[in-house]
């Protein structure tokens, strides 16, 4: 029965409903028509099948047997079961060959964007000749053509219809095309036009079909949550914006935390409970406003955007999830896109689970468009960007060489540098096209056309290009990444100035015809994977250039889209782009004049310079260059690093290559960095002057230099483009930049002439910097980087990319140059993405570079110093054989070779290059750079020799075979034959053992040999029997001879090396070669040099004209067995190119004094809290360290390091204008371990040529660097000083603070003032347990200024956790200058057993100022802690005034039914102003409450309720890397800082900490008034919670439990809760909101901590929330526990004042010189009046006194 009145009750309704059924169903069906052009497989025609995927669900036609172009005319259905098709909506076809047996394989694939169909009307839409790919992504000539129907649900219309985006593309990069309507009909929906376009039409229609697929809805109000997830911006308008995002859903607005730039990320969540019907809730509008909080104007709304939130209801599963929302100006529609941000939008009913959404933040392959809403009236436009991809050059080997060896061994011809297979993919708003394949070529050219249809403006940022190899069997390598930034190559335009009216230029994107360059990892192949793959795909920054790539972009709107992604650019534009592409050749010098700071040592090191691919040492194809400096070994500078001895001969590279000539854009940008520059220090001046707090006129001075210049420099003429290779591109980058200098320009003369707060302009000044800073950016510079490479060995260590216009040389004017060009630069080289190489310098370099054009090489001679001189050279090579010199006993070298042995050279083969010829005959020159003795750069050193013995097992011990031998067994002179060497004094008269060693007594180690080893590998202490080898160290200690100077040393030297005929002496056949022979050497060689002179043209220009190598000897000497494949890089290109080297004739001696004062906020790097800080400082090859200041963050050196006698070739008016940096490094050390790295700093030294201007460094403060984080500060100056001979024009050395440890002296170091410190060390709280035990005995140390006091030793911390002595004093010399005031460092040292006293807090206090005062001036209250004592005694008897009552009571209380009407909930109404619910009171004229929006402690008059004391953070433990310092408890306590007079019989200033209450536990009574709770966290399905109070105190805990408030989050509590405490061990109160749950766990909703000390403490206490009137009944009873005369007593007293006095009957008061009468309560109303006031006139003027005149 009740199955059969199922099926009528169902026919009844489909009777009535079967219009409403028919839209029900939801369909898409799929016509498959045919396919065409199928290839043959090797057994004949296939049997294609056809298959068609979406979402998931998989359906499938019948084969067609042996079939090349089948018709199938098969319709395939899926049923969308009511949900609509969305923008992203695709399918997916595949075509297989049909097997009976086995698995049918591929022929092709193809999907297919639905966004066409999207909408709410029935469509179809045909897919005529669409490409089948292979599994490659290829297309395999194959087409299959279909139609595609779509049955829509009958739901309201997506706002955004048809589609908000470009077309989907496919995974390999072929689109789908589409008809003409698409393209000028991609609003539809939108458009203004039509009726059915209108913003009514569509309301009209959204709300019809809504109601129809919303009839299931009730119609009663029901429980909402509207969630809006705030993800982030991209592209809003506007420099040097904080922008913050308002959500108005419903009359509530949420907003988030302020950020700042142009692209900021929120992520934060937002919750809306709403109780509606749902028909009013979903035409309820989300409203999300984007403003800027930087601007206080009215007009700082930046964009808007508003949504339906039936439409949100109408998505799939309630949500748009990661939706991209363009937003617009609301009251202009036409202004177009403002931003766009990124929200996920939840509209949840009772009992709906929000779907999961991904919490990651974007990558670039999110397709951003896809997800784009648009606002109504706002009409994206199509727009085809047209990226033609040309060509690429100098792609590097990427696949192995194995076929090309296979090639040489058969004696054919190799093309290594051919084996690379590129192609280009583009990516851009999660789309990726890629060209075609051209294999085997390293130059290829694609001349492709890539059409890329989107709406525009998109807030995808950059289009990114890589070329990749592709690879048969393998995935394919990247080759190279490179960009294409949008916000580069357009400019939106649009923006209004203000006063003139005129709006700025704005342009499309474009770009090119134009080189891109590629950089990477390193260019030389290895089969071994490389380990820096990650910087090909653009992943960091490249470390070699890795090719170029010419393109072009220009954008077309509304055009038709093309039905090929993909197409081959015209003959025609390939022959336009020809004139793009005409070279000029370029000539660069680098001149090294220094390589320090070196660290890892080992090898010989040589440095290599590259543009491009011209100069690379390891690269066969270009022309050999003399692009490499000659090998060097490093010497100690005496104390640190080690460093290159060049001395006055410079190695210098030069090179010569061939670029597009570029210079109408490098031009300008120098222009504008100079500008740039120029502003940011004057920038930097201004504000130093206003934290130094100079005077107004001084200020202005500074403020009106910065204006004039920047108006000078912004009135000079740009370059004129007068080039053939100008684009469009240029022409629109000029106009904006002429535009841009224009607005400044007149911004600048206006704030000149109207401007009065030299201050309040600093913020528009930054704006027109960062508005320069825009302007310098050159998209289209083709030219590479210059990058400089540290070679040890034949292994790339390090490197430095310069950008090339830093060091171009222009022919239009000097400002147009690079800011380097030939001028000595600091470079600081980097090691290529290397993890683990931690902070370490690699090298610093001296260095000067010149780029110029070649046809105007000569003017490098203006810009060279010093006499260049060019070499051929060869080593001759011959080893010890019988006792005899010779070469029949080299093994596997040549009679003359190279510096490294391994390229056989003749004099006979050397030829000079064109234009070049021999100046003189060959000659023996030695190379001392390349002698490695040990003890160069130390002034002490230790001389060490190995005595050997041998045995049989168990026999005696006999000198061994070879006696003496060094650490790794080589032989070695006895210790009888070896001499003190030149300059040098032996400190030990005889040999000793070195016992300090894991040795026995007697200094033997033991060992066992193993064969084939002739030594053992490990050696022990202890003997055994089977023991065969013993060694003891024997060592002799000498030190540099303090009365030979280097000259004579040098001269020794030199003498030396004429008698040894130039030979250099090595043990075996390798590098490490001395001077001085010794009785183990068998190898010796010696350079021979023939010097080169320019035939034709003369002048340091010539240089340029070396090019080609000079010759090498390739035949095969007679038993080498070096096979022919076995020929290094170097044997064509590097070590027999020419030599050039820079001479320095005259050599000046420079005096440095670097003053390091101090540094503050340093990283704690020791678990202590601490660190025990020192400075390496560094200039050029000398180096020196500070003292270590033990346990501290911020040390106070006041060291003066003195170098004197530095050597420094050049100019010195050169050295004036650039001078070498002063590089500080601060460590830790540690006593265990390697000193850890704290950060670097750098300075520019002052350089004083002329000791007669008297000009004086100045002490600033320069931040600490470590990983690119800020990690402190140091305060330091130098100076430089040209030394005179005798060093008279030197100052004075500064005093000593110990020897050789000298002070900052006077004039530079900090003027200080005897300074009074008054502590007030309250007491410590909440201190957290520190190696596992409690803190019970604490003590506080306070530093400042290098002096320290200590507190007294609090006895038991859980009783008393107050100081006993609450107050400290400390005299200290603090500077006058704010600027140079040291910290302030509290220290908490926990004393326990046995003496130790670990501390187990610090605190640093960085800023002073706040604490400063005047002493002798009468504060507005001297001790408001006396409040304290007076609140805690008894209530005193009033000894002045006799409180009488003279006037009768009056019956005028209140009524019953008048208490009836008024309570308190009456009071609390009205006081917040809510007129409906407080009845009467309003009326009434009673006194209101003052509530406020925030907690107490954020109320600005209050002061954070720390006036008495404030609450210090003590941390503890090591900094650790993105961790903070872990918070271990409070120091509650204040500080008064002022000036003590100098003159001692002046009396000192009053104390400031006087009067103080009783530090002892104060039991107080505290009431808890909880009234209600707003917004609270919902913790149900239902959107709502069940909050219940819980509150801590100390151990008490009160959980409300019962009285919970069922389904609310905005609950009305009404609980008063009285607890007792001790003050102050129990001062935080912690008050709870749970959530109730019957059956789980109640769950935290949140809470909140007050500070009861704070409060209690506080003067504001007294009077926040004290009543206004004097009431003894009723609602407003007075219910502080003194009495308002009470509290006026305490107040004079307190004040210093006399007590108050009555006269006139209690009608007058006299209270601090001052009479107060009844006259004064006008403001109260008669009613009121006379109800209180007279009832007691004495107590209400009280009140009145206190809270108006009182505090």
């Known amino acids: 029965a009740w199955r059969l009145q199922r099926v009528l009750t169902f026919l009844s309704f489909f009777s009535e409903n079967s219009a409403a059924l028919k839209t029900l169903k939801t369909m898409l069906r799929v016509i498959v028509e045919s396919a065409a052009n199928i290839p043959k497989n090797k057994f004949g025609k296939p049997d294609p099948i056809a298959s068609v995927i979406f979402k998931d669900e998989k359906k499938k036609t019948k084969a067609i047997d042996s079939e090349l172009n089948p018709v199938w005319n098969e319709i395939l259905e899926f049923d969308l079961k009511g949900i609509a098709l969305d923008i992203s909506s695709s399918l997916q076809i595949i075509v297989k060959d049909f097997e009976t047996l086995g698995q049918n394989k591929l022929i092709g694939t193809a999907t297919l964007a639905l966004k066409e169909l999207v909408g709410t009307q029935s469509r179809s839409h045909p897919y005529k000749l669409i490409p089948l790919l292979n599994e490659k992504g290829l297309e395999t000539g194959a087409t299959i053509d279909l139609v595609v129907g779509y049955e829509p649900p009958a739901g309201p219309p997506n706002p955004n219809d048809p589609g908000g985006t470009n077309m989907q593309g496919t995974g390999d990069g072929e689109e789908d ?214 060509r690429a050059e100098d792609i590097p080997q990427m696949d192995d060489a194995f076929a090309q060896t296979v090639k040489e061994l058969f004696g054919a011809d190799a093309d290594k540098k051919n084996l690379v297979d590129p192609f280009v993919e583009v990516c851009f708003a999660g789309k990726k096209v890629c060209t075609n394949i051209i294999e085997k070529n390293a130059n290829p050219e694609w001349n492709q056309l890539i059409n890329l249809q989107i709406k525009f403006p998109s807030m995808c940022e950059k289009i990114r290009l890589t070329v990749y190899d592709w690879d048969r069997l393998t995935k394919n390598d990247a080759v190279g990444t490179t960009y294409l930034n949008l916000s580069r190559i357009a400019a939106s335009g649009g923006e209004v100035e203000a006063n003139t009216g005129e709006t700025e230029v704005g342009f499309l994107p474009t770009f090119g015809p134009c080189y891109l360059n590629l950089y990477g990892s390193p260019r030389e192949y290895t089969g071994f994977p490389d380990p820096y793959d990650e910087l090909n795909s653009g992943k960091g920054e490249g470390v070699a250039y890795r090719g170029r790539i010419l393109v072009e972009l220009c954008t077309l709107i509304d055009s038709k889209p093309s039905a090929k992604t993909l197409e081959t650019i015209p003959s025609d534009d390939i022959l336009v782009v020809e004139k793009y592409q005409r070279r000029r050749k370029y000539s660069l010098s680098a001149v090294f004049h220094s390589a320090t700071m070196l660290q890892d040592v080992g090898e010989a090191i040589q440095f290599e310079v590259s543009i491009g691919n011209y100069g690379n040492k390891f690269d066969t194809t270009c022309i050999p260059l003399a692009s490499t400096t000659q090998y060097s070994r490093a010497v100690f500078d005496g104390n640190y690093y080690y460093y290159l001895p060049w001395a006055n001969t410079k190695p210098v590279v030069t090179l010569t290559s061939f670029w597009e000539d570029v210079s109408h854009r490098m031009d300008p940008l120098n222009i504008i960095l100079a500008i740039v520059e120029k502003l940011q220090t004057n920038i930097a001046d201004l504000k130093s002057a206003i934290q130094a707090k100079m005077s107004e006129d001084h200020l202005v001075k500074i403020w009106l230099k910065l204006i004039d210049e920047l108006m000078e420099d912004l009135s000079k003429e740009l370059p004129a483009e007068g080039k053939q290779n100008i684009t469009v591109l240029d022409t629109q980058i000029r106009k904006l930049r002429l535009k841009s200098f224009k607005h400044i320009q007149d911004a600048a003369a206006r704030m000149r002439s109207e401007a009065t707060d030299v201050k309040a302009t600093l913020p528009d000044i930054e704006e027109w910097l960062d508005k320069l800073v825009q302007l310098s950016e050159e998209p289209q510079n083709s030219m590479p980087d210059v990058i400089v490479w540290m070679i040890r060995g034949e292994k790339r260590l390090a490197y430095a990319r310069i950008p090339a216009h830093q060091v171009l040389y222009s022919t239009t004017s000097p400002g147009a140059s690079g800011k380097y060009c030939g001028k000595t630069q600091t470079i600081f080289l980097k090691y290529p993405q290397d993890k683990n190489s931690g902070p370490k310098i690699p090298a610093q370099l001296r260095v000067n570079i010149w780029l110029g054009l070649s046809a105007v090489e000569k003017k490098f001679n203006s810009f060279a110093e010093g006499t260049f001189s060019v070499f051929a050279e060869l080593y001759e090579n011959q080893a010890l054989m019988f006792g005899k010199w010779g070469t029949s006993g080299l093994v596997g ?76 067994g080589e032989k070695t002179a006895p210790p009888s034959e070896i001499t003190c060497p030149p300059g040098w004094v032996w400190e030990d008269d005889i040999w000793a053992y070195d016992i300090n060693r894991a040795v026995d007594e007697k200094g033997w180690e033991y060992g066992i040999t193993i064969p084939p080893d002739n030594k053992p590998r490990s050696w022990v202490a202890a003997e055994k029997m089977y023991h065969t080898h013993r060694r003891r160290r024997m060592i002799k200690k000498r030190i540099k001879d303090p009365n030979q100077t280097s000259t004579s040393r040098l001269r020794e030297e030199t003498t030396f090396y004429d008698d040894q005929d130039g030979w250099e002496f090595a043990s075996l056949i390798g590098w490490k070669f001395h001077w001085k022979q010794r009785s183990s050497d068998t190898f010796r060689r010696r350079r021979w040099r023939r010097k080169m002179a320019p035939s034709d043209t003369h002048g340091a220009a010539a240089i340029f004209k070396l090019q080609g190598a000079l010759g090498a000897d390739t035949s095969i000497d007679d038993g080498d067995k070096i096979s022919k494949d076995k020929v290094s890089a170097t044997r064509t290109f590097g070590a027999n190119t020419p030599i050039i080297s820079c001479n320095f004739n005259r050599v000046f001696s420079y005096h440095l004094r670097c003053y390091i004062y101090q540094a503050r906020n340093l990283t704690a790097l020791d678990k202590d809290s601490f660190s025990d800080p020192y400075a390496h400082v560094s200039f050029l090859h000398r180096s020196k360290t500070t003292e270590i200041i033990h346990s501290t963050l911020n040390p106070m050196w006041d060291e003066t390091l003195i170098f004197d006698e530095i050597e420094i070739y050049g100019d010195p008016q050169m050295v004036a204008q650039n001078p070498p940096l002063v590089l500080v490094e601060l460590f830790d050390n540690d006593q265990v371990g390697k000193d850890e790295f704290l950060g670097r700093t750098s300075c520019s030294p002052v350089v004083k040529l002329n000791p007669e201007v008297d000009i004086s460094p100045k002490l600033l403060w320069y931040p600490v660097i470590n990983d690119g984080k800020a990690c402190g500060d140091v305060l330091l100056a130098a100076e430089l000083i040209l030394r005179e001979k005798d060093g008279s024009n030197l100052p004075i050395l500064p005093s000593q603070r110990a020897p050789n440890l000298y002070m900052v002296p006077q004039g530079i170091r900090p003027v200080v003032q005897l300074t009074a410190i008054e502590i007030l060390a309250w007491g410590l709280r909440n201190m957290k347990n520190y190696q596992m035990a409690s803190v019970t005995s604490p003590s506080l140390i306070v530093e400042c200024g290098g002096e320290m006091v200590e507190s007294v030793v609090i006895k038991n911390l859980k009783k008393t956790p107050n100081f006993p002595g609450s107050v400290l004093f400390m005299k200290v010399l603090l500077p006058k200058e704010e600027l140079y005031t040291p910290s302030l460092i509290l220290k908490v040292v926990d004393h326990r057993q046995f003496g130790r006293k670990p501390i187990v807090g610090q605190c640093t ?336 003027m009280s009140v009145y006194i206190y809270v108006n005149k009182g505090f």
């Open 177 to 390: 095309g589409g008809d003409e309507d698409m393209a000028d009909g991609g609003t539809r929906g939108l458009s203004q036009g039509g009726p059915s376009g209108t913003r009514e039409a569509q309301l009209t229609r959204r709300i019809t079909k809504g109601k129809k697929n919303r009839r299931a809805l009730s119609n009663k109000p029901q429980d909402f949550q509207i969630r809006v997830r705030v993800i982030e911006g991209r592209q809003l308008c506007g420099n040097n914006i904080k922008p913050v995002v308002k959500v108005h859903v419903c009359g509530q607005t949420h907003r988030t935390r302020i950020k700042r730039g142009n692209n900021p990320y929120f992520d934060e969540m937002f919750f809306y409970n709403i109780h509606l019907t749902p028909s009013e809730l979903f035409d309820e509008i989300i409203s999300i406003r984007v403003y800027d909080s930087y601007s206080l104007r009215a007009d700082s709304l930046m964009g808007e955007f508003k949504i339906d939130i039936g439409y949100v209801y109408d998505e799939p599963g309630h949500a748009a999830m990661r939706k991209w929302l363009l937003l617009n100006d609301p009251e202009d529609t036409n202004s177009g896109a403002k931003g766009y941000l990124k929200v996920s939008m939840f509209v949840l009913g009772t009992g709906d689970e929000p779907p999961v959404e991904n919490r990651e933040r974007s990558n670039d392959n999110d397709d951003v468009e896809s997800n784009l809403l648009l606002p109504a009236g706002i009409a994206l436009r199509w727009v085809t960007f047209v990226l033609k991809i040309y």
């Open 893 to 968: 070298r040549h009679k003359f070779s190279d510096v490294t042995g391994k390229i056989k050279l003749k004099k006979e083969y050397f030829l000079p290059p064109k234009g070049w010829q021999w100046d003189e005959d060959w000659f023996i020159d030695p190379e001392r750079s390349l002698l490695t003795e040990a003890d160069a750069g130390h002034s002490e050193f230790t001389d060490e020799v190995y005595e050997n013995e041998s045995r049989y097992p168990g026999g005696d011990w006999k000198a061994a075979e070879e006696s003496y031998t060094d650490l790794n």
């Open 1405 to 1740: 206090i960085d800023i002073l100022e706040h604490f400063r005062c005047d002493p002798y001036t009468t504060k507005e209250d001297i001790a408001p802690q006396m409040r304290v004592s007076f609140l805690s005694a008894a209530p005193r008897r009033d000894v002045v005034i006799e409180v009488e009552v003279t006037q009768p009571l009056l019956a005028a209380q209140l009524t019953e039914k008048e208490e009836e009407i008024v309570d308190w909930w009456s009071k609390f109404y009205a006081s917040v102003g809510d007129t409906e619910k407080c009845g009467q009171y309003i009326q009434k004229g009673y006194e209101t409450l003052k509530v406020y929006n925030c907690e107490l402690e954020k109320v600005p008059e209050f002061k954070g309720l720390t006036d008495f004391c404030d609450t210090f953070k003590l941390k503890r433990g090591k900094s650790e890397e993105n961790d903070d310092p872990t918070v271990v408890g409070e120091f509650k306590g204040s500080f008064r800082i002022y000036p003590l007079p100098d003159d001692p019989t002046v009396p000192p200033p009053p104390r400031q900490f006087r009067e103080l209450p009783d530090s002892g536990p104060q039991e107080c009574v505290i009431r808890i008034y909880i009234v209600r709770g707003l917004d609270l966290q919902p913790k149900d399905n239902n959107g709502m919670c069940d909050p219940y109070i819980k509150i801590t105190l100390g151990k008490k805990v009160v959980e409300d439990r019962d009285h919970y408030i069922p389904n609310t989050v905005n609950p009305i509590f009404g609980r008063m809760y009285e607890l007792s405490c001790f003050l102050p061990q129990e001062k935080d109160l912690k008050i709870s909101v749970y959530d109730y749950d019957m059956l789980t766990r109640d769950e935290k909703v949140g809470e909140t901590v007050i500070d009861l000390e704070n409060r209690f403490l506080s003067r504001f206490g007294a009077y926040c929330g004290i009543p206004q009137q004097y009431c003894i009944s009723g609602v407003n009873t007075w219910r502080d526990q003194l009495k308002p005369t009470q509290i006026l007593q305490n107040t004079a007293r307190i004040k210093g004042y006399r007590l108050p006095i009555l006269s006139e009957n209690g009608m007058r008061i006299n209270h601090g010189g001052r009479d107060y009468t009844l006259d004064e309560f006008g403001k109260f109303t008669a009613s009121y009046f006379t109800i209180f006031v007279c009832y007691c006139p004495l107590f209400s």
